[in-house]
């Protein structure tokens, strides 16, 4: 790149979050466990539970398919979906919402498993807009909707993992039909099968809203959209690509054999929606991490525990002005990074390095990434050599560089790195 040259040295803040929970003086909390409660299954809980209750259901396996009866109720888990699963035992759908619930129906922090159904064997909304959080919606079945189904519905649902769920026709994942409106924030949407729409499928004048999430490794698809309806993605991961601001397609890392977490070096980590705060978007991720971990977002329902340094640059003269660069693509470009480690000076730490282009359509592409192993505390200067892809969008874009510094696999110390990035 020719021409200019400037730097911005970045400092990572540390974020303290409190949380505050407030209720009425008349909202009861019914306590739900295997043994000596009151209540030894969620439903009993649920039979008797009055507006703005919460249903706060202790560790182990329910085998039962509950229905919320219309009440603005929380289900919530003690210790999140980890730790507590609903098993529908093949006898229907597991979580039924149907007698227009709305956000304040809440369900939180469950395994839901083991449902069999027509339509959503997960779970079923229908004439119902709930809030579905923090949940784990694997291992059910359907002819529809394997895992969660939308009919006249406009559920939110956040922070949620929806995995391994079958269905014979229409929707692995989830099915928005019937003008049904979903809003998906911060999932993680894999390894779900169906005919069509293994991922998502939307159909009958309805539509969805993806934004932070993650479709990757569904069959045979990941997104199916009939031609009444429609849905909106953007700054998420999706197989094969999805035309949208800050849409990537790449490889998410994700742990494997089942195991949805994000690993070191994963292109989703720092790449959700820069615009994403608390309330609109989750305050923590599916196990309770604080969002973000980094300077942005990650992409799913995991909030890479180690996090990241996002580094954006600003590049004119005097370095207030927006970091903006003229090329066309098949251009060679080389990226210079300065990174400090600060640290136990008798550690030795690994640390990476990604590089992304963003161009002047908000698409998001990774040009590299460097690994440096077994390195001392101290100043390093390193370098990425790229070159612009073909499918960038011809004038500007804005470079970024990533750093994580780390040892295996675990963050050692995020709150003490800094950087700047130059472009030659």
Request: hydrophobic share 35%; net charge negative.
């Amino acid at each position: 790149m020719k021409g200019k040259r400037s730097k911005f040295i970045a400092g990572l803040a540390s974020i303290v979050l409190g949380l505050v929970l407030a209720g009425t003086a008349t909202a009861a909390t019914l306590n739900v466990c295997k043994f000596v409660c009151t209540y030894s299954t969620i439903q009993s809980a649920i039979d008797v539970a009055n507006p703005g209750d919460t249903v706060l259901v202790d560790d182990g396996v329910y085998t039962e398919n509950i229905n919320f009866l219309g009440k603005a109720i929380t289900v919530q888990s003690v210790n999140g979906a980890g730790s507590t699963t609903i098993d529908g035992n093949q006898t229907g759908s597991v979580v039924t919402f149907e007698n227009n619930e709305l956000s304040s129906a809440v369900l939180k922090g469950f395994t839901i498993t083991n449902g069999s159904a027509t339509g959503g064997g997960g779970i079923r909304c229908s004439g119902s807009s709930p809030s579905i959080t923090n949940c784990t919606i694997t291992g059910n079945s359907a002819s529809n909707s394997g895992g969660i189904s939308c009919a006249t519905s406009s559920p939110t649902i956040t922070n949620c993992i929806i995995s391994g769920n079958t269905a014979n026709w229409e929707a692995g994942g989830i099915r928005c039909y019937n003008n049904s409106s979903a809003t998906i924030i911060n999932c993680t949407i894999s390894n779900n099968t169906a005919f069509a729409g293994g991922g998502i499928y939307c159909n009958t004048s309805s539509s969805a809203a993806v934004v932070n999430s993650i479709l990757w490794g569904d069959c045979p698809d990941e997104i199916y959209v009939d031609g009444t309806s429609f849905i909106d993605i953007t700054y998420s991961d999706i197989q094969g690509g999805w035309t949208g601001s800050g849409n990537i397609d790449a490889d998410p890392l994700f742990v494997g054999g089942g195991d949805y977490h994000l690993t070191v070096g994963s292109p989703c980590i720092d790449a959700g929606d820069p615009a994403s705060a608390s309330p609109a978007f989750p305050a923590d991720d599916i196990d309770g991490d604080v969002r973000p971990q980094g300077l942005r977002y990650d992409i799913g329902a995991d909030e890479f525990a180690g996090a990241s340094i996002a580094v954006k640059q600003l590049y004119s003269e005097d370095i207030t002005g927006a970091f903006s660069f003229s090329y066309v693509p098949g251009d060679d470009i080389t990226v210079n990074a300065g990174i400090k480690i600060q640290g136990d000076p008798a550690s030795l730490y690994d640390m990476q390095v990604r590089y992304f282009l963003i161009d002047s359509a908000g698409n998001n592409t990774l040009l590299g990434v460097r690994l440096y192993r077994n390195y001392s505390p101290g100043n390093y200067y390193i370098y990425q050599t790229a070159v612009i892809p073909a499918g960038a969008v011809l004038g500007q874009g804005v470079i970024r560089a990533a750093a994580l510094l780390a040892q295996g696999a675990s963050l050692l110390d995020r709150s003490s790195l800094a950087g700047y990035v130059d472009v030659e």
